[in-house]
Each structure stands twice: as C-alpha cells, then as structure tokens.
C-alpha cells in the first residue's frame, strides 16, 4: 500500500524580507511565500500534514499572533482554512485519519484545533521543546496554536508511520522539526522538507535562514534532504517557496 493521490493546499501568504530567509545577504528586499498543508490519500485513510495559518488572525490578526502580526502581514482569505481547502476536494474535518506536524511553529499550526478527534503525529522532542522553548526563540511557539487536548502521538527519530509514509527526523530550524517522505502507487517519491529546506534557493546558495533553532544541524539535515532526493529520485517539495508554489497543480488538482 502506498500514497494513491496529493493535494497540494493553498493556506495563505506571508510577505517579509528576503534577509529573513538568507542570512546576512538581500537585506531590504521585500519577498511574499505562500504558507501551506498538503493532503495524501492513502488506502487507510487521508493524511495531512501541516495545518496553516490561525483562523482567528482572520479578524484579529494581533490576537492571533501578536506582535509578530506586524513584522511578518500574514495575508490570507476564509478559503484558505483548511476546513474549506478540505470541503473543496469533498472530504470533512472528521474524514482526516491522520494530521503530521513538521513542526510547532505559528504558520504549521493554525488549524491543529480543528483535529481533535485523530492522532497528531509530531517528533517528542518537537513537542518537549514547544512546551519549554529557550527564550530567544521562544516567540515563535505561540501556545494558542498547540496548546489544546489534542491526541499528541510522539515519535523518536525516523519511522513509517503508515505505508508509504515517513517521517524524517531533521532538527535545526527547530529541535525536533520532521520532514516527510511519501511514496506514490504510481512508484514515484515526495519528499516534503518542512522548513528545513525553506527554499530551493536556501539550498542552492547553501545560506540558512535567520529563524533556526541551530544552523549547524540545520545545514547538515538540508544536505541530508538534498542527498536523499537524488538517491531516490524524490522531489522536494519546500513549505514557502514562492517558485515553486507558482508551477505546483493546486487543489482540487492533483498528482498521482
Ligand atoms: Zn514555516
């Protein structure tokens, strides 16, 4: 058994600088990235991962997020909360089986509090670090995004966690961010790098961003990822890289 079919969902947009994303160069220069989730469908059952951006900065954007709200304009529509993405390809909140969190930061968890009712399925160390952040990089973990009774399903490391479908442990941008390799019927591999790869371009330049955890493991994960692809012949699929975004098929389209 393996993944029959993806959806890539559209959640919104974030307009920021382009030094935010490559440390130490392009300074003043403006850069919109999209913000997404992506669904697979699986013989067991659907599979998201990642949930976008918090439904509440919808009217309040400053309650939503706080000061951040400022610095990074999240821009997005009632059509981008995966409740409707999800209405769009016919199935209901209820029908997900499974939510994987590449990791716990603000624009990968605002919808987590829709997904009470299946197993969310994070990296332990993900989860020990969001509850207990160090302080500088404790803005990022904003509670109200994760903070819920929700059914944690803690991973250590690598595992399948359902077939054709793994989670890749790849700390850096935050300690225990995953990233996500899926396998298609159709023989054909994903691999879904969170924001340890935020841009094909962060790869290529080989500059990390300036919101890591630890730049160190994060640019020993993203040569990682990089190396993995081309053995497997897998495709990357970056969280917020506007290039690709713009050639990706958005749902309902979707590859197989
Ligand atoms: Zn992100």
Known sequence: MAVTE??????????????????????????????CAVLLIHPEGPVLIDTGLNPDGLTDPEGAWGPRAKLIK??????????????????????????????????????LRFFKHCPIVVQREEYRF???????????????????????????????????????????????????????????FYLFTGDAILTR??????????????NGLLLENMYRLGHLSQLLGAELIHSHDMNQWETLKKSPESYR
Request: with cysteine.
């Open 201 to 214: 371009e962060n790869l290529d330049r080989k500059i990390p961003s300036t919101n890591n955890w630890s």
């Open 130 to 188: 969001a509850f207990n952040p160090d302080p500088y990089f404790a803005l990022q973990n904003m509670r109200n995004h994760f903070d819920f009774p929700l059914d944690y399903q803690k991973k250590d490391g690598d595992q399948m966690v359902l077939s054709g479908i793994s989670v890749l442990k790849t700390p850096g941008h935050t300690p225990g961010h995953q990233s996500v390799l899926v396998k298609l019927v159709s023989e054909r």
């Open 6 to 35: 993806i959806f890539f969902l559209q959640c919104g947009f974030l307009t920021l600088d382009r030094s935010i994303f490559f440390t130490g160069v392009d300074i003043g220069q403006p850069m919109k990235v999209p913000v």
């Open 74 to 111: 999240p821009d997005f529509t009632d059509a981008d909360l995966i409740p409707n993405r999800l209405k769009e390809v016919g199935l209901k909140v209820s029908d997900i089986k499974m939510v994987i969190i590449t990791h716990l930061h603000w624009d990968h968890t605002g919808g």
